[in-house]
């Protein structure tokens, strides 16, 4: 069993940066693929990014490359997401999310993860 809380949502200014963290505790945080995914009001959730146990291999979703960068800290069990640049779009409930991938190629999919953090939401204000 995987616990995860996410934490540093909050309010922002389009152009405004924010920092999620999410903190896992239970089983070895190094056999994990960590991933984000963002679920907007009458959305599906939807893939953000993800990284390996590693942190050699990330991967990110079209509409925040470049903007977003995930990271992790296997001795803090913490993953990491800087938000940079932030549009009125990115508003959404944020989710940490904990899987055992065989390969990244399907980091993507919600269906990958096995646990999954409580959410924090992140509202960007135009």
């Known amino acids: 069993q995987v616990q995860l809380v996410e934490s540093g949502g909050g309010l922002v200014q389009a152009g405004g940066s924010l920092r999620l963290s999410c903190a896992a505790s239970?089983?070895?945080?190094?056999?994990?693929?960590m991933g984000w995914f963002r679920q907007a009001p009458g959305k599906e959730r939807e893939f953000v990014t993800a990284?390996?146990?590693?942190?050699?291999?990330?991967l990110y979703a079209g509409s925040v490359k470049g903007r977003f960068t995930i990271s992790r800290d296997n001795a803090k069990n913490t993953v990491y997401l800087q938000m940079n640049s932030l549009k009125p779009e990115d508003t959404a409930v944020y989710y940490c999310?904990?899987?055992?991938?065989?390969?990244?190629?399907?980091?993507?999919?919600?269906?990958?993860?096995?646990?999954w953090g409580q959410g924090t939401q992140v509202t960007v204000s135009s």
């Open positions: 239970g089983r070895t945080f190094i056999n994990y693929v």
């Open positions: 999310a904990a899987g055992t991938l065989a390969t990244m190629t399907v980091a993507a999919m919600v269906r990958s993860y096995g646990y």
């Open positions: 990284i390996s146990w590693s942190g050699g291999n990330t």
